[in-house]
């Protein structure tokens, strides 16, 4: 590690790869020799024009997206998105469905219905505390869209597989896990990603929509409020967040050229999560909140089997540089957030600690 780092768990914002950061560091106060910073230079430059494409085409390159879907940068980050769906999509007698897996789903169809809106909960998880993912949702055959949340950054839990919602285009918050894995985009109307977790700095939200679904924007919207004006104008109708998506570009440009695309990406991540997971399920002093088949591979949240001695084991880990690992308020217990740039080094590093905590307190 290098001096002054530590292993970083944090939720969100969360571990960025260190070359990226270094490469920031190295060219911060000379962009691209422009004499400049890329926090001075003009939105509508060429330095600019160049980051913002080039941040586009790694994305459809990444995610194999064809021309039938558009990259967009709003502000306001994923909860702006949650307002925003329903204000763009979901109009009249129409309904959408949405699968409820905690916190961040929760809000979602709140939003929707402080619109008025007809929301549908197609399933919920809610029963067994959100610790698992449902299955064999029956989906509404005419709905607008299918909501779901891929990563369930609170409760731990994931979608392994994206459920079969037919004809209905799956809206999907990404925010968690955009880019940690290889997937069908074919299924997909809308996906949206806070960048602050695998992607980028906090300040912007990435968001791909499938070109037919700007069709069901109304007209009458704020113009800041309309899928179509970021879409027309590459967005830029006003100034985007230009460090943010710059930091993004440099984070996919590592994701291409130094790990090697989503499939290598993916296989890195099972195998930090297997570590963590067995580690675990090897002994019954540290428990695993989730169920089996729906086990997060970005946030994995545990409890000591001993609750009294969580404090205790967050701020001892701070102390060894071990740090992010309080779960987040809402649920207490334990979280170890292990997105895209948390190598297999801090993974093992934390079991160390875990086993030598567990030593000192079983
Ligand atoms: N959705 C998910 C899955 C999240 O994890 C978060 C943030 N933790 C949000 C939405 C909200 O994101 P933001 O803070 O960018 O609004």
């Not at 400049?36 to 509508?44: D, F, L």
Request: proline share 4%; charged share 25%.
């Amino acid at each position: 590690m290098k001096a002054n780092r530590v292993h970083n768990f944090s939720a969100g914002p969360a571990a960025l790869p260190l070359s990226v950061l270094e490469e920031i560091q190295e060219s911060f106060l000379n962009f691209n020799n422009s004499g400049m910073s890329i926090t001075e230079v003009s939105h509508r430059s060429k330095w600019f024009d160049d980051v913002i494409n080039d941040a586009i085409e790694r994305t459809k390159r990444l995610l194999k997206l064809d021309d039938n879907f558009e990259v967009l940068f709003i502000q306001g980050g994923a909860s702006m998105q949650f307002c925003m769906i329903p204000m763009n999509f979901l109009h009249g007698n129409k309904t959408a469905d949405y699968v409820d897996t905690g916190t961040w789903s929760t809000k979602a169809i709140k939003e929707a219905r402080i619109q008025g809106k007809t929301v549908h909960v197609a399933s919920s998880s809610e029963d067994k505390n959100y610790s698992y993912i449902p299955k064999d949702i029956e989906f509404t055959d005419n709905a607008v869209y299918a909501h779901i949340t891929s990563n369930n950054t609170i409760k731990g839990t994931q979608w392994s597989n994206f459920p079969d919602t037919g004809n209905v285009p799956i809206v999907c918050d990404m925010s968690s896990d955009i880019m940690s894995r290889s997937f069908d985009p074919s299924p997909f109307g809308f996906i949206f990603a806070g960048a602050q977790k695998n992607i980028g700095p906090s300040g912007v939200c990435m968001a791909i929509i499938r070109k037919d679904m700007l069709d069901l924007v109304p007209e009458e919207l704020p113009t800041m409020l309309k899928y179509t004006t970021f879409a027309s104008k590459k967005s830029m109708f006003n100034t985007p967040p230009c460090f943010a998506i710059y930091t993004i570009q440099l984070v996919l440009k590592w994701l291409e050229e130094s790990i090697g695309g989503l499939e290598k990406m993916e296989i890195l991540n099972q195998e930090k999560a297997r570590h963590l997971y067995d580690f675990m399920d090897s002994g019954d002093f540290y428990k695993a909140t989730t169920e089996k088949d729906s086990r997060s591979l970005m946030n994995v949240t545990f409890r000591l089997h001993d609750e009294a001695l969580e404090k205790h084991f967050v701020e001892e880990a701070i102390e060894n540089d071990l740090n992010g690992l309080k779960g987040h308020s809402s649920v207490g217990g334990c979280r170890a957030s292990i997105y895209n740039a948390t190598t297999m080094d801090s993974v093992k590093a934390l079991t160390d600690y875990m086993k030598h905590f567990e030593s000192k307190n079983g």
